[in-house]
């Protein structure tokens, strides 16, 4: 929108739409806590479990640090970067199946407000998720966090780029097989490699290499600093990395919703 | 002020469906301005691209002055849309439905909670505010969407198809509803395939076919056109045959039923005259169709109907 900022009521307007719909998006996911805030409890829950306690013990120490203690950060990054994206990808797309996302079409809201409520919701349920995991993995093992500002801030920023991710994901999706395709043939595969479950050091030299090139392998490893103080790669590069896409990300969202993409026949 | 302007307007849908063709229109503010024309004609899409839900291919739109390109904020705030399919979340009640559209337009949530209560009561839904909006009725679903439409006060409110599937007492009731809101100031297009509730409603009509306004006046001088209208009699005894009337066109419906067509021109008086002569005994008498749908059906003939009657409209400059 050009040349708006400028008339009474745009602001006040803004807020109030944005809040609407950031209210609108947290109030989805707490209402169908049985679908969205459950699951993931559940899953990590054995993850913890499995690895963790049964498996764990025989496979020793991991970058110095017991096994269990190595996986809970990518346990719950994991969980952070699913919640994330899935809560912005099948909310847009549902809004969208059922037309509803007319609503706020039709009306003045702006497009960039129209993003960062939707983000909110995802931001909100993927930090909700990553602290209910955190509480569950207090039960397995006790790590005190080194540096929390840094284990919060990648949190937050992963959690922000997933759920970009996922509003690019409904932009484009027209059926619902469109919004299982990229966390089950994208997602799931690189957070697996990504280093939740083991250091790369381990890895010979050419997957060694590989793995560099997969974005989340730096969130995870920023996260596990944050809290180990222990980390495979440069602190400094996961957060170029993460700003970096989310600025691309971002400036894609809002040219996408400018043309109307998948929103205007 | 024009409310509404549309100039020159095109659609050309990716599928090569070419809806709209040059469309030029104009609805002055405090208008009840009726949109017909029959299916497919191309309403949903001009009613599409005023609230900016179908891309225009070419030509301009104003709302009260503004552009829907150029200011799309104000021209948005403006507008209220009431659209033909239904498209709220069926998982949100009937309240959160109308307070999250007051948000949306920056209605503060004080303001949104009294207008919700004032509109949905107006328009009999008050006592169903918590229930979820799937399990609402047809009827109920289509006074829930004009609720939702008038929360923000719109100037111009756009209606498509609003009474489709509304039983005949809600739909008599809506009138009443839109006819004061109308006489308050809101500016109100409506589209509709009722006749009746063009002619009870609309001042101005704009009949559209194949994507072109083939017409655009008001209704008055609309049924002026209409150059013959066909009656339907009920007479008394039977026929064995049609009586032949001087200067009218009698067809016989069944035994007891004619169907008569009165041109302009002839008075009524001269057909009872006929009828008279022939003793007939007319027991009762009805159009056979609303004028409206009359003159209608009569514009909207096309050459390759061929079994049809001609046309009996008079062309306008
Ligand atoms: N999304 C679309 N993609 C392709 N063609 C479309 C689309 N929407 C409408 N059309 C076509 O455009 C033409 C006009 O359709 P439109 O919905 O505007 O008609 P209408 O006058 O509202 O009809 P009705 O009275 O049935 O609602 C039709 O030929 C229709 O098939
Ligand atoms: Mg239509």
């Not at chain 1, 400028?6 to 109030?16: D, E, F, H, S």
């Not at chain 2, 301005?33 to 949903?44: C, E, Q, T, Y």
Request: glycine fraction near 8%.
């Amino acid at each position: 929108m050009r040349s708006t900022a400028v008339y009474p009521g745009y602001a006040r307007q803004t807020l109030i739409a944005l809040r609407t719909i950031a209210w609108k998006e947290t109030h989805r996911y707490l209402r169908i806590w049985l679908q969205t805030l459950l699951p993931p409890a559940i899953t990590m829950t054995l993850y913890f479990v499995i690895f963790g306690n049964l498996i764990g013990p025989r496979i020793g120490p991991m970058s110095g640090h017991k096994y269990i203690e190595f996986i809970v950060p990518g346990v719950i990054m994991m969980s952070v970067i699913t919640n994330a994206y899935m809560n912005v990808v099948s909310s847009f797309f549902g809004a969208k199946f059922q037309r509803h996302i007319e609503e706020i079409l039709v009306s003045p809201t702006p497009n960039y407000t129209i993003l960062v409520g939707y983000l909110a919701g995802g931001v909100g349920r993927g930090l909700l998720t990553g602290l209910i995991v955190t509480s569950i993995s207090m039960a397995f093992t006790h790590i005190h966090i080194q540096h929390p500002l840094i284990t919060i801030s990648v949190a937050f920023l992963t959690a922000l780029l997933f759920s970009l991710g996922g509003f690019i994901n409904g932009i484009f999706a027209r059926k619902f097989d469109d919004i299982s395709i990229v966390p089950t043939f994208i997602l799931t595969p690189l957070t697996y490699l990504g280093g939740v479950f083991y250091s790369i050091e381990l890895l010979p030299g050419v997957w060694r290499e590989l793995s560099l090139a997969n974005p989340i392998l730096y969130m995870v490893n920023a996260f596990r600093y944050g809290f180990l103080g222990e980390s495979d790669i440069p602190i400094q590069t996961a957060y170029s990395i993460i700003i970096v896409f989310i600025i691309i990300s971002v400036c894609l969202s809002l040219y996408l919703l400018r043309r109307g993409v998948g929103l205007r026949t | 002020m024009k409310a509404l302007s549309l100039s020159k307007l095109n659609k050309l849908y990716a599928s090569g469906v070419h809806a709209l063709r040059d469309v030029d229109l104009v609805v002055n503010e405090g208008e009840f301005f009726g949109l017909l024309g029959p299916n497919g004609a191309g309403k949903s899409t001009i009613i599409g691209i005023i609230s900016s839900l179908v891309r225009k291919t070419r030509g301009h739109v104003e709302v009260f002055g503004y552009s829907i390109d150029r200011e799309p904020w104000q021209a948005k705030s403006l507008l209220g849309l009431v659209p033909q399919e239904f498209n709220f979340n069926s998982f949100e009640t009937v309240s959160q439905i109308i307070l999250n559209q007051a948000g949306f337009y920056g209605i503060t949530r004080r303001a949104a909670h009294q207008r919700a209560e004032q509109y949905l009561t107006e328009l009999g839904l008050w006592s169903r505010r918590n229930s979820v909006s799937r399990t609402l009725s047809g009827g109920m679903k289509r006074r829930l969407m004009i609720a939702r439409a008038l929360v923000h006060h719109p100037r111009l409110l756009i209606l498509d198809e609003p009474t489709a599937g509304v039983d005949i007492e809600v739909r008599r009731s809506m009138w009443d509803f839109l006819r004061r809101i109308n006489t308050e100031g809101t500016t109100i297009i409506l589209s509709t395939h009722y006749l009746e509730e063009a002619e009870s409603l609309c001042r101005n009509i704009a009949i559209i076919d194949q994507g072109q306004i083939i017409e655009n006046t008001d209704v008055r001088s609309l049924l002026r056109k209409l150059t013959a209208q066909s009656f339907l009699l009920d007479i008394d005894g039977r026929l064995t045959d049609a009586p032949e009337l001087r200067d009218f066109h009698v067809v016989p419906v069944d035994e007891s039923c004619l169907e008569v067509e009165v041109r302009s021109d002839q008075s009524l008086n001269e057909l009872f005259a006929r009828l008279a002569e022939r003793n007939v005994q007319v027991v009762s008498m009805k159009n056979k169709s609303n004028r409206l749908e009359e003159l209608f059906i009569r514009m909207l003939e096309r050459p390759s109907a061929t079994h049809r009657k001609p046309a009996q409209v008079e062309k306008t400059a």
